[in-house]
């Protein structure tokens, strides 16, 4: 599909201390700026993401990978629902809404959770009436991240990329080697860009 114009990865339910979705946090001063922000986006940026559901905080909270998908799926809900609630249906919501999950170590079953969610998706489609492709956005786990020997980090965040990219990941952040040890420095930045081009260029 069309590649969108820019994204605002909204996140206002995840909750990253728990791992959970707190729906509540949907007041209605929240509501009101969500719909603004997704009716500025239908006027004045055509294609632009919105709001971002993600089930990241629920996986470096150590949930599973069901765990982690029903998050994304319910705080993809949520935000339909909140839409409706202002006026948006979920034909025109759906469309402004990012999908987001890790990628780990574990190369097939990142595979198959990333396909697994564009299938949830397809689904949440068919129940609410919307017909809009998810949009995928992937990080790589830092859960994940070895602190005593942060080198090995370089192989693990190598291979939770190459499972984003084979499960159809629309954007992919890797993280630097040296995440688990604080802000990273010019080196590890890099070799996380490089990480990026060397699997685009193998692919």
Same mark, same amino acid.
């Given at each position: 599909?069309?590649?969108?114009?820019?994204?605002?990865? *909204?996140?206002?339910?995840?909750?990253?201390?728990?791992?959970?979705?707190?729906?509540?946090?949907?007041?209605?001063?929240?509501?009101?700026?969500?719909?603004?922000? *997704?009716?500025?986006?239908? =006027?004045?940026?055509?294609?632009?993401?919105?709001?971002?559901?993600? #089930?990241?905080?629920?996986?470096?909270?150590?949930?599973? =990978?069901?765990?982690?998908?029903?998050?994304?799926?319910?705080?993809?809900?949520? %935000?339909?629902?909140?839409? =409706?609630?202002?006026?948006?249906?979920?034909?025109?919501?759906?469309?402004?809404?990012?999908?987001?999950?890790?990628?780990?170590? =574990?190369?097939?079953?990142?595979?198959?959770?990333?396909?697994?969610?564009?299938?949830?998706?397809?689904?949440?489609?068919?129940?609410?009436?919307?017909?809009?492709?998810?949009?995928?956005?992937?990080?790589?786990?830092?859960?994940?991240?070895?602190?005593?020997?942060?080198?090995?980090?370089? *192989?693990?965040?190598? *291979?939770?990329?190459?499972?984003?990219?084979?499960? #159809?990941?629309?954007?992919?952040?890797?993280?630097?080697?040296?995440?688990?040890?604080?802000?990273?420095?010019? %080196?590890?930045?890099?070799?996380?860009?490089?990480?990026?081009?060397?699997?685009?260029?193998?692919?």
């Amino acid at each position: 599909g069309e590649r969108p114009a820019c994204g605002f990865g *909204v996140d206002t339910i995840s909750n990253a201390a728990t791992g959970r979705i707190d729906a509540s946090r949907l007041t209605n001063d929240n509501l009101a700026w969500e719909a603004g922000m *997704v009716g500025f986006a239908l =006027e004045s940026a055509p294609g632009a993401m919105v709001l971002r559901a993600s #089930g990241l905080a629920c996986h470096e909270a150590g949930g599973s =990978e069901a765990q982690e998908l029903s998050a994304m799926l319910a705080a993809a809900t949520a %935000y339909l629902r909140a839409g =409706e609630a202002c006026q948006i249906s979920p034909r025109d919501m759906a469309p402004r809404i990012e999908i987001e999950l890790a990628a780990d170590a =574990e190369l097939f079953l990142s595979i198959a959770k990333l396909r697994a969610a564009r299938l949830l998706w397809a689904r949440l489609g068919e129940e609410c009436g919307f017909e809009s492709p998810a949009r995928l956005a992937v990080q790589t786990s830092a859960r994940m991240m070895c602190v005593s020997d942060p080198q090995t980090n370089m *192989v693990r965040s190598c *291979v939770a990329a190459l499972a984003a990219g084979i499960g #159809g990941a629309d954007a992919v952040t890797i993280l630097p080697f040296t995440h688990a040890l604080g802000q990273p420095d010019a %080196y590890a930045c890099r070799i996380a860009r490089n990480t990026a081009h060397l699997l685009h260029e193998e692919a």
